[in-house]
Nanobody
Framework: QVQLVESGGGLVQAGGSLRLSCAAS????????MGWFRQAPGKERDFVAA???????NYRRAVKGRFTISRDNAKNTLLLQMNSLKPEDTAVYYC??????????????WGQGTQVTVSS
């Protein structure tokens, strides 16, 4: 079973940037789709971005153009560069390893989450 550990969250002012990392062990990430999700207080967990085994990407409309998902296969790590952050981006961000190579396979394994707080 894969273990996922997120890092890089924190408190930032609106307009600022953060870079989230998700380190994986127990599975070679390069063969699988991966994704980022977020959950704000009192709300459902929502999709943010995903990347498949061949680096095709998909984004939530609200973050497109501001967030960039990427992977470092040599380090078995998933990344999320977040720019022009807004207060509505405040949430716990979760990394997910999908069950297959394509985004359509869906998320299966989850990290513990990292808090991102954007102040206005």
């Amino acid at each position: 079973q894969v273990q996922l550990v997120e890092s890089g969250g924190g408190l930032v002012q609106a307009g600022g940037s953060l870079r989230l990392s998700c380190a994986a062990s127990g599975r070679t990430l390069s063969r699988y789709a991966m994704g980022w999700f977020r959950q704000a207080p009192g709300k459902e967990r929502d999709f943010v971005a995903a990347i498949d085994w061949s680096n095709n990407t998909n984004y939530r409309r609200a973050v497109k153009g501001r967030f960039t998902i990427s992977r470092d296969n040599a380090k078995n790590t998933l990344l999320l560069q977040m720019n022009s952050l807004k207060p509505e981006d405040t949430a716990v961000y979760y990394c997910s390893a999908y069950s297959g190579s394509y985004i359509s396979s869906g998320p299966r394994d989850w990290g513990q989450g990292t808090q991102v707080t954007v102040s206005s």
